[in-house]
């Protein structure tokens, strides 16, 4: 079942790409596996996808485990200083910075491990008061700011869009983010990457793929509805 799940997504993100005349190369899909059990990650594994998403860092944690170790984990959620802790060496890529306080947190925990942490601007392109993330005005602020860590490394942008029926609605929240990493590329930062673009969930990664996402962060489509009170 879930196999045809991501079949069906695999063949919707190759037609966005086809429409925007983009290589399917260009876009990572990551299955977004919080709340679901680790029989249906092993069983998405089994159609060769390699990366996953989760939002809380015992989630990951827990799931790191006992999981294959070429996983390549991605913190998607909110992050509270206190855990970062326990996610250095478990992900690849944090995509929620959205404070300096929170990258700092992040540039001591890397640096203790001697390491670099790969990370995402998440920025509030819609304004929503519900949604974290930087503003669009301070994002540039905030990434100069965090270039300055040595043991934090900007790969990109990231954004939740607002919930929606019509994914028409949130092309203009995509073309935003798109046009503010190009801002944010052109003043050639040191330590900065502007190459990635988190953007585009279940209901509307394929506009976001038009617009120019680089990673697409599918959890519904592939592994159902997620069912909050188990
Ligand atoms: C849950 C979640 C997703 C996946 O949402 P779906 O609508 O199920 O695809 C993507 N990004 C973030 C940050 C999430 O928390």
Redesign the pocket.
Known sequence: MLTENVIEVEKNIQDACDRAGRSREEVRLIA?S?TKPVSDIEEVLTTGILDY?E?KVQELSDKYDVLPKNIRWHM??HLQRNKVKYLIGKTVLI??VDSLRLAEQIEHEAAKADTIMNVLIEVNVAGEESKFGTTCNEAIELVRAVAALKHVKIKGLMT?APFTDNPEDNRIYFKKLKQLSVDIKSKNIDNVDMDELSMG???DYEVAIEEGATMV?????IFGE?NYQI
């Open positions: 977004v919080k998403g939002n998607i959620g995509h929620s939740i969930m279940t209901g962060r599918v959890g519904t489509g997620r």
